[in-house]
């Protein structure tokens, strides 16, 4: 795999862990909804990992990871429309789709050819 498209895979690892990391194991929405600082690192960090996300697809269009696209879109959104983002849908987002993320991410820089 390109070096490049390396690096934006291990950005996109660190702000995963990132957002493990301030929302704890517990993961509970009320103490997510009433912190604006968690809420502000949160959008953060994933408004970094859809422009990794964006940077990587432009190196490799065809880079094997769910819903690609849709997480540029999500970037796009917090960026542009950050006045249409909801607690409810980046709660979401931490709960249903960071995870499938973080899979595919550990599985592709665990190949073979990135040890």
Known sequence: MD???LKYLYDIQECIMN????IGAEK???EYDKNPMLQDAVERN??????AMNQALKLDANLPISFARRIVGTRNRL????DDIDNIEIWN??????????????QLLSQPDQQ
């Open 19 to 22: 957002i493990d990391n301030y």
């Open 93 to 106: 987002i931490i709960i249903n789709n960071l995870p499938v993320l973080k899979t595919e991410i550990e």
């Open 28 to 30: 509970i929405f009320a």
């Open 79 to 82: 960026i542009h429309g950050y």
């Open 46 to 51: 994933i408004a970094t990992i859809g422009e």
């Open 3 to 5: 070096r490049e498209i």
